[in-house]
């Protein structure tokens, strides 16, 4: 470490910041559109952060030792782009003029799997912060799982840019709690403390003691007055890594727009700087007389010089991996298979035939019970499961029997308290699922999900495979009322694009649920009753398992002739419409479809579609205890549905779905007036 | 005040304190369902607040200056129910008895409008916290605009009891810190800390000084280390009433279940105590040998003497009003108009006319800039609009312009600076508008309504009168890309029951948007767009204004023929529709059927539904930039559906439209197609 006051930086230091700065404001004004506040402001930080401080190979951008890094102010990609293509990371200096156009590798805020060395989808403030913080969890359980004496595998830093609104979000507030609780020593962000939000000086609403609140949560706090003092930032840098216990936060005070002539504006945020602005700002910088997407050669040579600072580092931790596997060949199969992502070929064989022993003597379960009882079989199997629950893991059963929960003292624990921080923990699965090496779930009420939505949304458009466990979900919820009561939240989930949403109906359909969620490479929501369903035995219902892959079938067959109707249900409303085919087998042929999955069903083939719902077969009935938003694409204008489409009721369970007419004889008699 | 040390509580205040608990716990036996833990614990402190500082009347629940009184803590509401019933709020015992029963007035949560005193449904963690403070701005402006010398009509204190897990949510530190920086005297919380959550003992996750990250945000707070020494709590509340300038939270220690076999285990929390339990708690208070709903007659007038203790400052109040309304009749009209939430007659025909001139002169604007407008127009004639943006009005034009800024130094400002906080945003509008006496209204970016969705629910579930102005409504936003793209929202903001969603088409459809938001009691959502569009003269379109509050009309009928198909489109799409049907005018005649609002269109009669898409025509598009989740119910299984069923893409939103189809040929495609 250098003493302070000695710096190490030199004039090609302030040129490649500069550098970083001026590309960033030429991308923006070339697209016409972007932020070039955070990137005239920020770039120092950035700069001494990623070529002092992160362990990082170009080359390898999916090094599993490398330090994570995480853009959570996501509107300052530009600065982001501009650096991983001096690094060497892929990027051209045409994909930084390409920069927000079509299918461009340098979309206007980063994303994951477009741009190699982004590690994080980021744009929506806070979730960056608190992905930031599965991140960390995930390399020190990995850490603990799979170092050895002499084999130090995973030893890797988290570190983020974060700005004014990361800090006001709550979800960045749930998250920094909790990270200080859990006292992670590894996670170091930097803030971007500019004072300045789109309507004005940030003190017009956020006036609080940053400082004070995050030592409150048990984080380490400096602050880096002058950002231009590339010096002093590597000096809290410093301290930060030698902070083991708790995480850091450096303070760093900037300016948004430094140097330009909306510097310290609200103005400077979000919108080109305009020619004669860009003018002066490159003036300013003393860059007056060269064009746009300049690069000094030694400039050039510099950031290619220290992105190869770690490549002898990576090499040797590819060394020491071989030499690991060859010396822990359990531990390595189990470790690659694990960062690949794939599951052991005798799950699905395995699973199958543990749900007839687990559900055996079952003739009545609840779905969140048989899912508690699944989740357990398959965490023999799949080490990589890791979660918990938002404060209701006894409701949610969401626990991992006989493995210790994650904290600083058991840091290789598989169940995580996430307390009652609902957006929050979707954000960590996030980050988990991000670090690699795990399948994170996260247990809720549906009710609840509404709280973790924007979570789920990143979980979607990152393609991560992260298992939600919403359970309580409809009325069946009971006396707890409507404020408890999702209603509106199935429909809202199905919403969603590249979403997996899932109502199993018994727990053979859980069993085969879980085995969709754990096999996708995406986000699946399990949705769970609270009250008990009737086990459908394999035996009776030969496709319980396997319908559930195609996302609706035929569960049972109209009895004794052809069927005039078809009663489409999901979860615990499948055995109403079992009960009503049974009032009504002796005087008319109904199917019964269970369609525990709208997303699978839509991804079959249409021959298979008309299998289950034969065009020619008009009278259909959808029952189901939610809004009945889109299930008219399954009756048509003719059908009828069952839904429920007001918020709920404060009463015993039963009550409520009779109330409500979901009861078997009101199911017949609807079935009956399709032929009126 | 009463000096510290020198009690002023006696024994029939414990015997009213144990009276409160053993009623709760009752309730919840009976029920066998419910939370025994809060009550046990915090019904000290409750009892103080409720008994010695409170100022209401059970005779007048709607008095608006009573102190309004939120149980953040819904869970609990067994204590408050015991308190209302004891106090002549009009619960029976057979009330309370009826807990959690089919339509009892002692629903699971508190629900605002079933019973007598329940100022806010609470239940969804953090909300109830944040709720108050909107309580507490809503006071302070009414104060600033309506007091005068002699004449204080609103000087009332905003109380909550707040819990763990309202502390845990990030709504609940958004709320928090915004409260603090807005210097809100009047608001005083009781946290009761009983160190215990669902999942155990709280430091498990939740660890952080509270009272230094609460003193961080500019919170007075202090320490009530034994809720039993009531004396202690009284001495904390005057100290609170004291601090005029901060938001004050007395941390009060409890014992989760005190006085049960379960006290100090998270059992306590969510389940009976069961017979044995209950009557060892029972034991506990020295009832061994009382039943249930047992109250001592002592205990009952002593309730009923402490009710009355403010009927006299409540007549006092009223004809204090009397005479407000003498002196300042003007002032006195507008509050109780205020108050009854109506609005004026001229309204209406006023906006109309209004309209026409501000738009006269555009023929191409954004939706979102006609919102801005209209909002102004509104605004003169509607003090009770109050608002802002969560850190984005620039782009949602959600300013009154020449209002000043909501503050400490301006109570009495109209424009409210939310900052990056979504949720509390959502919170705080709802506590605006519980107070009475505003319209709130709130504008974010659509694809963050996701982060708004648990106020929005809430706001619906209390029909309050909160208009959500959700801008830069599709892949129209362009360059930010998907994160920044709304594509399932309007999708998800329709499966909210009592919810009214509003995507209008053009700056008329705009402003008869706003006229039904202002004028509908519940909430509204009004979906507007980033991008300019053409405006749609009153002069060839004679519906644009009237068809809106009908959610859905024919904006164009054929042009000189029968129509042979029907394109069905909202907000910026519905020009494309008209584009189509002047491309086909030749060869097909084609009805352009704008539906600004599904909902609105739900309530219709089957006559008008009929002359707007009559059974005959089943040719029939929908066109949205976004999921076609629902569609199917206006085009059937035979129509078609021109959406966006994946996430957006970073790229000039003319581009993205290209690309996606939505272009004029593209949708007069797609309306051949239907023939093929």
């Not at 080359?59 to 959570?72: C, T």
């Not at 050039?300 to 040797?316: G, I, L, N, P």
């Not at 048509?636 to 918020?647: A, C, R, T, V, Y």
Request: proline share 6%; glycine share 10%.
């Amino acid at each position: 470490m250098t003493p302070t006051g000695f710096s190490v930086f030199n004039r090609k230091d302030r040129a490649s910041v500069d550098t970083l700065r001026l590309l960033a404001v030429d991308m923006v004004e070339k697209a016409k559109s972007g932020h070039p506040g955070f990137p005239l402001g920020a770039a120092p930080m950035a700069y001494v952060l990623w070529t002092r401080f992160l362990k990082h190979d170009p080359q390898r951008p999916d090094w599993p030792d490398r330090d994570r890094f995480v853009l959570s102010a996501g509107h300052g990609s530009a600065l982001l782009y501009a650096f991983l293509c001096l690094s060497g990371y892929g990027l051209t200096m045409d994909d930084l003029k390409n920069f927000r156009q079509w299918e461009s590798l340098t979309p206007g805020h980063p994303e994951r799997g477009v741009t190699p060395g982004v590690e994080a989808t980021t744009g929506p403030l806070g979730h960056g912060l608190a992905m930031g913080v599965g991140l960390a969890l995930a390399e020190r359980n990995l850490a603990k799982r799979f170092n050895r004496p002499n084999f130090k595998l995973f030893d890797h830093h988290t570190y983020a840019l974060v700005s004014d609104g990361d800090l006001m979000e709550g979800v960045g507030s749930e998250a920094a709690s909790l990270a200080g609780n859990q006292g992670l020593g590894k996670l170091i962000y930097i803030y971007d403390s500019n004072d300045m939000t789109i309507e004005g000086h940030a003190g017009l609403t956020f006036s609080e003691d940053v400082r004070a609140r995050f030592a409150a949560y048990n984080w380490h706090v400096s602050l880096v007055s002058d950002v231009g003092d590339l010096q002093s930032i590597k000096v809290a840098l410093d301290k930060a890594k030698q902070e083991t216990e708790r995480p850091t936060l450096i303070i760093c005070r900037t300016k948004l727009g430094a140097g330009s002539p909306k510097e310290d504006t609200p103005g400077a945020h979000g919108e080109p700087l305009g020619a004669e602005g860009l003018a002066a700002t490159r003036a300013h910088y003393g860059y007056g007389d060269r064009g746009p997407f300049f690069v000094d050669e030694r400039v050039a040579e510099h950031f290619k010089e220290r992105a190869q600072a770690h490549v002898e580092t990576r090499k040797k931790w590819e060394e020491t991996l071989a030499e690991y596997e060859k010396k822990y060949p359990e531990e390595g199969r189990e470790l690659k298979r694990r960062l690949l992502g794939s599951v052991p070929d005798s799950l699905a064989p395995d699973l199958k035939e543990a749900a007839k022993t687990v559900f055996a003597k079952d003739s009545q379960v609840a779905t969140r019970v048989a899912s508690g009882k699944v989740l357990n079989v398959l965490a023999k199997s799949l080490p990589e499961l890791i979660g918990g629950s938002a404060d209701l893991a006894p409701s949610n059963k969401t626990v991992i029997d006989g493995e210790e929960f994650l904290s600083a003292l058991t840091p290789g624990g598989r169940n995580i308290h996430f307390g009652v921080r609902e957006q929050g923990m979707g954000a960590i699965l996030n980050g988990l699922a991000l670090h690699g090496g795990f399948i994170p779930f996260g247990g809720t009420f549906l009710v609840f999900s509404d709280f973790v939505r924007p979570a789920v949304r990143l979980s979607a458009l990152m393609s991560l495979k992260v298992v939600y466990v919403f359970t309580h979900d409809s009325v069946g919820v009971g006396e707890d009322g409507p404020t408890h009561q999702p209603v509106e939240h199935l429909a809202a989930l199905r919403a969603m694009p590249n979403l997996l949403v899932l109502r199993p109906a018994d727990a053979f359909e859980t069993a085969a649920a879980w085995e969709v969620a754990v096999t996708h490479q995406g986000p699946s929501c399990l949705i769970l009753s609270r009250q008990n369903l009737p086990v459908l035995t394999p035996e009776k219902y030969p496709h319980l398992h396997e319908g559930v892959f195609k996302g609706a079938y035929v569960l049972s067959e109209a009895p004794n002739q052809d069927p005039q109707a078809i009663v489409i249900a999901s979860g615990s409303e499948v055995h109403l419409a079992l009960a009503a085919q049974e009032l009504l087998k002796d005087r008319l042929g109904v199917r019964v479809v269970s369609i525990p999955s709208w997303e699978l069903f839509a991804s079959q083939p249409p021959d298979y579609v008309e299998k289950v719902l034969p065009a020619k077969i008009t009278k259909r009935l959808a029952v189901e205890a939610g809004r009945s938003l889109g299930y008219e694409r399954f009756v048509g204008l003719n059908g009828k549905i069952l839904s429920i489409d007001s918020f709920g009721h404060s009463a015993p369970a039963g009550v409520i779905f009779e109330k409500l007419g979901f009861t078997p004889d009101n199911v017949a008699r609807l079935v009956d007036s399709l032929f009126e």
